[in-house]
């Protein structure tokens, strides 16, 4: 049963009061959109570390206290820029999972998955360095308490709980492993080992994929 709300009584607006409202709303929609718009431009086109703030503001025609309203550093830009395609990402993913669940393995699918995560990582590396490094400092760990990763590791926890259920695999703790698997395709360790390490992406899978394949129960030599 739904439980009734009080209702408080207050005075009708007025027309003059919700045109002004709407104003408002359709001017901040337009804001936003002309900061997101020069935000992709000038990083694309600078790249993100090189890009100020102040120079977002110019670009996109807004005051700076307007654009520091909505987002409060670069790494909130591009969270937002990263938002369209992230739901891209989570479309295609959760298809090919419903697709492959009656032939493919929990396992296999795991190892589809990553496959299509090392690739979205490394389009996507400079953005993804700038979250990174928001989450430094004092807020160190934060970035793994936002939507994004709270996805990845849903699905890749759903995948592991899967392959103990269906025998495939034996793991105390899913939740645990998830970060684990997760860890090694964090922003910074992907950075460091395709700068330093010089690894090719194919060579990071191969690498991620022998991780994984040690999950797998063996089955009994006859």
């Not at 807004?62 to 937002?80: E, F, I, N, S």
């Not at 995560?117 to 934060?142: F, K, P």
């Not at 990845?152 to 269906?166: I, K, P």
Request: charged residues 25%; contains cysteine.
């Amino acid at each position: 049963m739904l439980h009734s709300r009080s209702v408080t009584q207050t005075a009708c607006p007025s027309l003059t009061e919700l045109t002004r409202d709407l104003r408002e709303r359709a001017d901040a929609a337009a804001n936003r959109q002309h900061i997101l718009t020069a935000a992709r431009h000038l990083f694309e086109e600078r790249g993100v570390e090189q890009v100020t703030m102040d120079e977002l503001a110019h670009a996109a025609g807004v005051g700076k206290g307007t654009l520091y309203r909505r987002y409060p550093d670069k790494a909130a830009l591009v969270v937002a820029l990263m938002d369209a395609c992230f739901v891209n990402f989570e479309r295609e993913t959760l298809e090919h999972i419903a697709a492959s669940s009656a032939t493919g393995s929990a396992i296999d699918q795991l190892h589809a998955f990553l496959d299509r995560l090392i690739g979205w990582t490394e389009e996507h590396t400079q953005w993804l360095g700038v979250i990174a490094d928001q989450s430094n400092g004092s807020r160190r760990g934060s970035g793994r308490c936002g939507p994004i990763y709270r996805w990845l590791h849903g699905v890749v926890d759903y995948l592991l709980r899967q392959a103990v259920a269906t025998g495939q695999a034996s793991i105390d703790d899913t939740t645990y492993a998830a970060d684990v698997i997760l860890s090694a395709v964090d922003v910074d360790l992907y950075v460091f080992q395709r700068r330093e390490r010089h690894y090719s992406p194919a060579q990071i899978r191969a690498g991620l994929h022998q991780l994984v394949e040690g999950l797998r129960n063996k089955r009994p030599a006859l």
